[in-house]
Nanobody, 125 residues
Framework: LQLVESGGGLVQSGGSLKLSCTAS????????IGWFRQAPGKEREGVAC????????NYTDSVRGRFTISRDNAKNTITLQMKTLKPDDTAVYYC???????????????????WGQGTQVTVAA
């Protein structure tokens, strides 16, 4: 399973970006997917997760109400819509997978792996 992130870029404070996470070698239907970010000098932190069936989503407090995670299993893509971006959102964003066919469909993940190469998001003040 090799995940690929895309959609990052440079945006002004208050702006929006939409990140995508996909895989060309495996269908992601069975996996919970999480978005994480890592800013320079900081540890990687979880941003949002979504279960296989999209019933369960979780967000870290700092992005709740501004970011929305969703998935389109037919397109094998998970997106992170980011609005009202702040300079503190600047980081490399990664997606990770967890779970499998024997996990509950509403499992939102707790042990993510199979990281992609990341996509840089820079929010200018």
């Amino acid at each position: 399973l090799q995940l690929v992130e895309s959609g990052g870029g440079l945006v002004q404070s208050g702006g929006s970006l939409k990140l995508s996470c996909t895989a060309s070698d495996v269908k992601l239907d069975y996996y919970a997917i999480g978005w994480f970010r890592q800013a320079p000098g900081k540890e990687r932190e979880g941003v949002a997760c979504i279960s296989r069936n999209s019933v369960r989503t979780n967000y870290t407090d700092s992005v709740r109400g501004r970011f929305t995670i969703s998935r389109d299993n037919a397109k094998n893509t998970i997106t992170l819509q980011m609005k009202t971006l702040k300079p503190d959102d600047t980081a490399v964003y990664y997606c990770g997978a967890d779970g499998g066919p024997y996990y509950a469909e509403d499992y939102c993940g707790s042990d993510f792996g199979n990281w992609g190469q990341g996509t840089q998001v820079t929010v200018a003040a």
